[in-house]
């Protein structure tokens, strides 16, 4: 078990290797010269040459790689060209905010749909889950940036209920989650942010569920004696890690998919950010925030791939 | 001795062989019949055809021209002066915009995945065959790119390199290639242990013919089913893009930029800025439901 | 062997010479994570007369699957070689494993997954001649022609899909598929384990007379004794990735000389209600391939198992041509110094 463990581990890091290089390429795969983002329109050609030189740009690119890692490594992203702050800081920042909002959206994305699909799952045929994988495609099939445009417009516009954007009351951004006044600017956006995850575990699970339950264990329980609600409660661990998986890979995209619905009500997480980033042209923030969810989720899908297996030992593979 | 079977029957004849009564269809004939009899999905269907269709035919069914802008007729509501659907922040027609927007969204929503079934097909194909180091290091490479969330990556790519309608199309491309390869090599490496594999190589054949004959149709199935679920995916991601202004350029018509430009506009006509949103909801459930329908015609599970 | 019959134009030493030799065949598939392996075929030899159906019988596991496989270059032997009518395989100077492949064929065990689904059946057939060279219609035209060799009439079953077809009728066509390419040499695994007994009868007959009509030579492979009974000339027993014995039919069946040979023998359930068994023939689970026991591997469940047993290996006997009839065991090799040697 221990070694499986240490496997998946040592699995993941040339995993993140890669990643790295991803990001690292993604200011080479851009059109103009990568000296622009850093230097301002108008320099002489010797600021140009000695900036080129401090940023490393004349040294072949294996080698401006390797820089880069190292820095990052030491967790220096740079400096963001349009904030002069440390790149770190800005993204430790916003990537709080999101998590702030994934903290939410991931519990009730889980315990709506997978409530959902298990009824679905356990009435399999019935209108029941036709209603329920009716509003499980829904909720995939919905643009969720325009679900959150639509419900600013039902909540904020037509009703005053709710703030239409921000993250707390005069665009400021600390938090106290006991407040109403702050905590109503979390209701909106996650809403919109769980409705995807929903209508996925919805159909995950439903389909897991209905899958075990067509198993012969399942009869030879019933034979035995047990009451209905007690299968069902087999039935639904044995869905479960079927379910984990899906629910692992939804919490990752979450935290790295958040960037449409932060744009539409402004919230300055790490979604927000890479948006700002990417209309201001800037790098370092760029690369500092896609290298940070990336990693993050490379390290959900690691520990609920761990957790799955403790909870399935089939799963352990070679 | 006494224990053995002793048998020496002559041959049986044609008329003691037992045939299935009636003439039952090969494959395709089967989903076909069965898809004929699920209205659901043919309506379904029908509506992503309609769909189509008016994107195609958008310059000869739009009642107004898609640029004309009317500093006078701005954001009207439904029914204006013969603007069924109203007008947006420029005073252009509604319905208009979004018949000719659904050309680009559904051109960005289907090209990605038709060239990321070709190639990561393929990929999938040499890889799920070939088997051993090869395979390893073809998934390990598609690994390192499911490693990003794919909002994340089509953002990333089409930001870094400039938004516009071919960068976003070739961003939804990579991200959509590793899960068509994963698919296509999953389907490959079932498909090659089992014994008519064997059997074709005793035969003498070579691998390319082995793959064209024989392996080719059992893996077409899947990987058509998954592309079908893809589109909505894609439609969804492209519009998301082209939200965030990483997609075409206005004043092209195109949905998701449509409900970006219309979003200051909401507490005008919320109505009018919605229905862009309406368009790209309806084609992509329309296309999920379609694509379910194939699953269940084609039988197969994923 | 058979007399009389026109010798195949491909033939290249005779009736005389054998039409394949196998000399310490051997392979082992490594366990991933631990240092061992699994010990398949373990220095298999024996000989395949023209003309003859040698049947290899043996429990699962023992390797005769693998074997039939090593036969095709199928799976490459880590040791040993093959010989094909004198031709050694994969040499320079013998035979290539392609053109072997044209003259030696296999039917396979599992009826489902040994045509492809999405191909109808007079294409799964027609594959083989294609492969080889013919055009389309004359392959077409092989594999109708095949189809109603065995039974099945080609326009009424060639356009049928697998899945159409009944256990019996998939294995006809699986003969005609091996067919098809006009072998030599017919390698069959298990081809009737998985039919009912009443199919099962009408499939052997068809074998016997296409082996009669073709001029085959079969190695048929099986873990029924019954059946190897009905079809073969000479039966190889194998145990555990080994020979154990080989010899004509009715001498192993009459007078079996190994243990393990005698124990199969009398574990058959007899259908005459007078004769019931008491007692298990053979006691205990087949033990592990990756961990074999070391001398004799049977000597854990060989009821006459003594010290010489579990500390050397046992050799076939002595080989005196095709009709012999010798066994892996010390009880019958006199240098052994087995207790009960000169009298099993």
């Given at each position: 078990m221990g070694k499986y463990i240490l496997r998946r581990v040592l699995y993941a890091v040339p995993i993140a290797f890669g990643v790295s290089v991803v990001c690292f390429s993604l200011v080479y795969i851009a059109p103009g010269d990568p000296l622009q983002t850093v230097m301002p329109p108008d320099a002489t050609a010797e600021t140009i040459a000695i900036v080129k030189h401090a940023y490393g740009f004349d040294k072949p690119l294996p080698v401006q790689f390797l820089i880069w890692l190292g820095r990052v490594v030491t967790g220096d992203f740079g400096m963001s060209i349009s904030t002069r702050r440390p790149v770190i800081l800005e993204v430790s920042q916003a990537l709080s905010n999101t998590a702030l909002l994934a903290m939410f959206a991931v519990p009730i994305a889980f315990f709506i749909g997978y409530v959902m699909g298990a009824v679905a799952g356990s009435y399999a045929g019935s209108w029941i889950d036709r209603v329920v994988t009716g509003a499980a495609v829904v909720g995939v099939s919905l643009p969720n940036y325009w679900?959150?445009?639509?419900?600013?417009?039902?909540?904020?516009?037509?009703?005053?209920?709710?703030?239409?954007?921000?993250?707390?009351?005069?665009?400021?951004?600390?938090?106290?989650?006991?407040q109403w006044s702050n905590a109503k600017f979390l209701v909106l956006p996650v809403i919109t942010l769980a409705m995807i995850p929903i209508g996925i575990l919805a159909r995950t699970t439903r389909a897991a569920v209905a899958e075990v339950r067509n198993q012969d264990f399942v009869q030879t329980l019933r034979a035995k004696g047990l009451t209905e609600w007690?299968?069902?409660?087999?039935?639904?661990?044995?869905?479960?890690?079927q379910v984990m998986a899906v629910m692992g890979l939804q919490f990752g995209y979450l935290l790295g998919g958040s960037i449409l619905v932060e744009t539409v009500f402004t919230w300055p997480g790490s979604g927000f950010l890479l948006s700002k980033a990417i209309i201001n042209r800037d790098v370092p923030v760029l690369q500092g925030t896609i290298l940070t969810l990336s990693l993050v989720f490379v390290t959900t899908n690691l520990i609920v791939d761990l957790l799955q297996s403790l909870v399935d030992p089939r799963i352990r593979r070679a | 001795m006494t224990d053995t079977i002793v048998l020496d029957e002559p041959l049986d004849t044609f008329e003691e062989q037992a045939l299935p009564a009636t003439r039952v269809r090969g494959y395709w004939q089967s989903v076909f019949y069965r898809l004929r009899h699920d209205p659901v999905t043919l309506a379904?269907?029908?509506?992503?055809?309609?769909?189509?269709?008016?994107?195609?035919?958008?310059?000869?069914?739009?009642?107004?021209?898609?640029?004309?802008?009317?500093?006078?007729?701005?954001?009207?509501?439904?029914?204006?002066?013969?603007?069924?659907?109203?007008?947006?922040?420029?005073?252009?027609?509604?319905?208009?915009?979004?018949?000719?927007?659904?050309?680009?969204?559904?051109?960005?929503?289907?090209?990605?995945?038709?060239?990321?079934?070709?190639?990561?097909?393929?990929?999938?194909?040499?890889?799920?065959?070939?088997?051993?180091?090869?395979?390893?290091?073809?998934?390990?490479?598609?690994?390192?790119?499911?490693?990003?969330?794919?909002?994340?990556?089509?953002?990333?790519?089409?930001?870094?390199?400039?938004?516009?309608?071919?960068?976003?199309?070739?961003?939804?491309?990579?991200?959509?290639?590793?899960?068509?390869?994963?698919?296509?090599?999953?389907?490959?490496?079932?498909?090659?242990?089992?014994?008519?594999?064997?059997?074709?190589?005793?035969?003498?054949?070579?691998?390319?013919?082995?793959?064209?004959?024989?392996?080719?149709?059992?893996?077409?199935?899947?990987?058509?089913?998954?592309?079908?679920?893809?589109?909505?995916?894609?439609?969804?991601?492209?519009?998301?893009?082209?939200?965030?202004?990483?997609?075409?350029?206005?004043?092209?018509?195109?949905?998701?930029?449509?409900?970006?430009?219309?979003?200051?506009?909401?507490?005008?006509?919320?109505?009018?800025?919605?229905?862009?949103?309406?368009?790209?909801?309806?084609?992509?459930?329309?296309?999920?439901?379609?694509?379910?329908?194939?699953?269940?015609?084609?039988?197969?599970?994923? | 062997m058979r007399t009389g019959l026109p010798l195949?134009?491909?033939?290249?030493?005779?009736?005389?010479?054998?039409?394949?030799?196998?000399?310490?065949?051997?392979?082992?598939?490594?366990?991933?994570?631990?240092?061992?392996?699994?010990?398949?075929?373990?220095?298999?030899?024996?000989?395949?007369?023209?003309?003859?159906?040698?049947?290899?019988?043996?429990?699962?596991?023992?390797?005769?699957?693998?074997?039939?496989?090593?036969?095709?270059?199928?799976?490459?032997?880590?040791?040993?070689?093959?010989?094909?009518?004198?031709?050694?395989?994969?040499?320079?100077?013998?035979?290539?494993?392609?053109?072997?492949?044209?003259?030696?064929?296999?039917?396979?065990?599992?009826?489902?997954?040994?045509?492809?689904?999405?191909?109808?059946?007079?294409?799964?057939?027609?594959?083989?001649?294609?492969?080889?060279?013919?055009?389309?219609?004359?392959?077409?035209?092989?594999?109708?022609?095949?189809?109603?060799?065995?039974?099945?009439?080609?326009?009424?079953?060639?356009?049928?899909?697998?899945?159409?077809?009944?256990?019996?009728?998939?294995?006809?066509?699986?003969?005609?598929?091996?067919?098809?390419?006009?072998?030599?040499?017919?390698?069959?695994?298990?081809?009737?384990?998985?039919?009912?007994?009443?199919?099962?009868?009408?499939?052997?007959?068809?074998?016997?007379?296409?082996?009669?009509?073709?001029?085959?030579?079969?190695?048929?492979?099986?873990?029924?004794?019954?059946?190897?009974?009905?079809?073969?000339?000479?039966?190889?027993?194998?145990?555990?990735?080994?020979?154990?014995?080989?010899?004509?039919?009715?001498?192993?069946?009459?007078?079996?000389?190994?243990?393990?040979?005698?124990?199969?023998l009398a574990s058959r359930p007899s259908m005459d209600p007078a004769k019931r068994i008491d007692e298990p023939p053979i006691t205990g689970d087949p033990p592990n391939p990756i961990d074999p026991p070391s001398g004799c591997r049977f000597h854990t469940r060989c009821p006459f198992a003594e010290a010489v047993c579990e500390a050397a290996d046992p050799v076939l006997g002595p080989w005196e041509g095709m009709q012999s009839h010798v066994a892996a065991c010390h009880i019958h090799d006199p240098h052994s110094g087995h207790s009960r040697f000169g009298n099993a």
């Open positions: 679900l959150g445009i639509v419900l600013v417009i039902l909540f904020a516009v037509q009703y005053m209920l709710l703030p239409a954007t921000g993250m707390g009351p005069h665009g400021s951004t600390s938090f106290d989650l006991l007690a299968v069902t409660r087999h039935v639904l661990k044995n869905s479960l890690p | 379904f269907a029908a509506i992503v055809l309609l769909i189509v269709w008016a994107a195609i035919f958008a310059p000869l069914i739009a009642p107004f021209d898609p640029y004309k802008e009317s500093i006078v007729g701005r954001l009207k509501p439904f029914g204006w002066r013969g603007h069924m659907l109203g007008t947006d922040e420029l005073g252009r027609d509604m319905l208009t915009r979004l018949l000719y927007g659904g050309r680009v969204s559904l051109l960005m929503g289907v090209v990605p995945v038709l060239i990321a079934s070709l190639i990561g097909g393929m990929l999938g194909v040499v890889g799920g065959f070939a088997g051993g180091r090869t395979n390893t290091a073809i998934m390990r490479m598609m690994d390192v790119f499911y490693a990003f969330p794919s909002v994340l990556l089509a953002v990333a790519i089409a930001g870094a390199m400039g938004g516009g309608m071919a960068n976003g199309m070739l961003a939804l491309t990579l991200v959509f290639i590793p899960p068509m390869c994963r698919v296509a090599e999953t389907a490959t490496t079932q498909i090659r242990s089992l014994d008519f594999i064997e059997a074709a190589r005793a035969t003498g054949a070579r691998t390319t013919t082995i793959i064209r004959y024989h392996v080719l149709g059992n893996v077409l199935g899947p990987v058509f089913i998954y592309a079908s679920s893809l589109i909505s995916v894609s439609i969804l991601l492209a519009s998301g893009l082209s939200f965030l202004g990483l997609g075409v350029r206005p004043p092209i018509p195109d949905w998701g930029l449509m409900l970006s430009t219309l979003r200051q506009s909401i507490y005008v006509v919320p109505l009018v800025c919605a229905l862009p949103g309406v368009a790209i909801f309806i084609t992509s459930i329309c296309c999920n439901l379609v694509s379910d329908g194939l699953r269940a015609a084609m039988g197969v599970r994923m | 195949d134009p491909r033939d290249r030493g005779g009736l005389q010479q054998p039409m394949l030799i196998a000399r310490d065949l051997r392979k082992h598939f490594p366990v991933k994570g631990s240092g061992k392996s699994v010990q398949a075929v373990d220095g298999v030899s024996f000989t395949v007369g023209k003309g003859e159906t040698l049947g290899i019988v043996g429990e699962s596991g023992c390797g005769k699957s693998t074997l039939a496989r090593l036969l095709l270059h199928l799976v490459t032997p880590d040791r040993g070689e093959l010989v094909f009518d004198g031709d050694a395989v994969g040499a320079p100077e013998g035979i290539a494993v392609g053109a072997l492949r044209r003259q030696v064929q296999m039917v396979f065990q599992d009826s489902y997954s040994s045509l492809n689904p999405r191909m109808p059946v007079r294409d799964s057939v027609a594959f083989g001649p294609f492969v080889q060279g013919k055009k389309k219609d004359e392959a077409r035209h092989i594999a109708r022609d095949m189809l109603s060799r065995v039974g099945l009439d080609p326009s009424l079953f060639g356009p049928r899909y697998p899945h159409e077809l009944s256990g019996g009728q998939k294995q006809r066509v699986n003969i005609a598929r091996a067919l098809a390419t006009g072998p030599r040499m017919v390698i069959l695994d298990e081809p009737v384990s998985a039919l009912d007994k009443s199919v099962e009868a009408q499939v052997l007959n068809l074998l016997r007379a296409l082996k009669r009509q073709f001029n085959l030579t079969y190695v048929f492979i099986s873990h029924d004794l019954n059946v190897v009974q009905y079809i073969s000339d000479r039966v190889l027993v194998m145990y555990l990735g080994r020979v154990v014995e080989i010899g004509p039919i009715d001498a192993i069946f009459e007078r079996p000389l190994h243990p393990y040979t005698h124990a199969l």
